[in-house]
């Protein structure tokens, strides 16, 4: 399934069930958020070993499923909402990002584009 579909199944969900009326902009942002945290609280006292080893827990697994399906599909409502082509952005955004962290700079670095040109003292 495409995003436009994916989209649209969100859509009629909420619309069977007359939510549209709080999903303003500024509740859908809050909302993301409070789905990315519950994303980030599976990580809560865990190491990266645990971390890696959720695939094989079907519990984990499917608690972090879940949460990346309700951070998706607040980030539809947000798109629709505001009137963003989500493809369109994330391929934007990727084009911009290969001019800020250039292969020959930032292979193998996670430093910020900000601070990983070479003539950068910080």
Sequence with gaps: MNLPALTAKVLEFRDQRNW???HSLRNLIVSLNLEASELLELTQWKSDAEMAALSADGEAQEA?????ADVLIYLLLIAENAGIDLEDAAS???????????????YGSSRKYSHSRPDDQG
């Design 20 to 22: 549209a009326q709080f």
């Design 64 to 68: 972090l499923r879940d949460e990346c």
């Design 92 to 106: 934007a955004k990727l084009l911009k990002n290969a001019r800020k962290y250039p292969v020959e700079v930032s």
